[in-house]
């Protein structure tokens, strides 16, 4: 069972809405987007909107379809959905989730980030007759409803990571394209339903096979039935990969509509992107595919480094497979208030690694001084990401930053701000950092 979310550590309590006194008007600070929110923190002028600082969650936000704020972000009104996501974008709807709703072991439906590309189509009123296409370089053209996978296949349930490609974008200076997302692009969610491996085989691939490309029922913004959304697809051994799924459940719920529903691929690891939603066919091909999405600077990063906002060559650009390395704090919220004495903060937070596993992860109260590695647990599952809990000591009342950064599998270590800059913003995993207020 998921451990109980709590947005504040023992003793301690958002000042969100007391923050003005406390820092004034001056205090959101615009490294605040991808460090934690409405705090001025020790390094400032790195290009990130005010406007989509990340602070916990008021008790009660406006709702979505007011303007937003001239400070501050603009906090999501959906049906199902936690009122505390940050709305990034409307048309198409995307928003993310504050790291402090990134508490729980299992991410609830509720508090999971939302990503869209085109249209949210209807409700399927049928889940069971939705048809699923598997067809181009495969002996056997499959076509497949989501009952026929219920029954004919064994289903599985894995605990998975699930992160947009653009997630950590706004740390990115001068900005990149896109939404802003700070570190809320991602969630763990419990996943049931079959390895799509399953249905690869069945349909017999050709030796000429070698890449997917995904297709959904998503219309286009435009309104264009011959427009695809987005159509991304991975290479054929990452479709092979028995963690690659098609799923029809969600945290032992059926998928809902807004993240899918009632069938998506998850392909862990890799940019969000490619775990298409609302999937209606997937193509073998014979070479890379080039559909909406796949080209140019789509989900690419450069393979030299280019100059931060100079021109970029697109023979210079390789496809984003692996997620970089990235860990949150998620306990207490960033800008949480102790008691005046509290010598002890009990921290908690969460840590994943793209295709790789997390090694470490250290904190500092320092600026990055000098480090205490705290207590990393092991993943349920491959894909699963790493929770993590640290006890710090006080020195004193006053004013502190906590950092976190963490080190995968391979020795890579997250940096202290976003580098290795591309127009479109991807691979931004700086370390993550709150500030607290004692006394």
């Known amino acids: ?42 390094r400032n002028d790195s290009g990130i909107p005010k406007a989509h600082a990340q602070t916990a969650p008021p008790a009660a936000p406006p ?22 996501l940050v709305v990034l974008g409307e048309k198409p709807l995307v928003a993310e989730t504050p790291e402090s709703l990134l508490d729980d072991d299992t991410t609830p439906i509720e508090k999971f980030y939302i990503r869209n590309n ?54 990115f200076s001068p900005p990149a394209r896109g939404n802003q997302w700070t570190n809320g692009g991602a969630g763990c969610a419990e996943w049931t339903g079959i390895p799509l491996a399953d249905l690869l085989k069945k349909a017999g691939l050709k030796p000429s096979a070698k890449y997917t490309a995904h297709y959904a ?25 028995p963690n690659t799924m098609i799923v029809w459940g969600m945290n032992s719920q059926p998928l809902p509509n807004i993240h899918g529903g009632p069938v998506r691929l998850i392909v862990p690891g890799w940019a969000g992107s490619a775990s298409q939603k609302w999937l209606t066919r997937i193509t073998i091909r014979d070479r890379e595919h ?34 970089p390395v990235r860990s949150i704090i998620t306990n207490p919220a960033n800008g949480a208030k102790f008691a005046a004495g509290t010598k002890e903060l009990k921290l908690r937070g969460a840590s994943w690694a793209g295709d790789l596993t997390v090694k470490q992860v ?24 790493q929770r993590w809990t640290a006890t710090l000591k006080l020195p004193s009342d006053g004013y502190f930053e906590i950092w976190a950064r963490a080190t995968d599998s391979k020795g890579a270590m997250q940096p202290h701000q976003s580098g290795f800059w591309n127009p479109q913003g991807y691979g931004g995993n700086a370390m993550h950092r709150i500030a607290v207020l004692v006394g």
């Open 217 to 241: 029922a998503d219309l286009h913004l435009s309104g264009d039935a011959n427009k695809p959304s987005i159509s991304r697809g991975v290479r054929l051994e990452k479709a092979m990969d």
């Open 1 to 42: 069972m998921a451990r109980e979310s709590r947005r504040d550590a023992p003793n301690g309590n958002n000042f969100d809405t007391n923050r003005r006194r406390f820092l004034g008007s001056s205090g959101l600070a615009a490294i605040g987007a991808v460090i934690g929110g409405a705090m001025p923190f020790s």
């Open 118 to 171: 085109g249209q949210i189509p209807e409700e399927a009123k049928d889940p069971d007759s939705w048809k699923i296409t598997i067809d181009g370089e495969v002996n056997n053209r499959l076509e497949i409803t989501v009952g026929e996978l219920k029954s004919k296949y064994k289903a599985v349930t894995r605990r998975m990571v699930l992160e947009c490609g653009g997630n950590g974008r706004a740390g």
């Open 63 to 84: 709702s979505a379809a007011a303007p937003a704020p001239a400070k501050g972000p603009q906090y999501l009104k959906f049906p199902g959905k936690h009122e505390g």
């Open 290 to 323: 080039d559909g909406p999405g796949m080209t140019e600077f789509s989900y690419r990063t450069a393979i030299k480094p280019m100059v931060p906002g100079g021109k970029a060559d697109p023979a210079n650009f390789r496809i984003l497979e692996s997620m």
């Open 362 to 385: 250290d904190i500092s109260t320092d600026f990055g001084a000098s480090w205490q590695r705290a207590t990393l647990e092991k993943p349920k599952n491959k894909y699963d990401w």
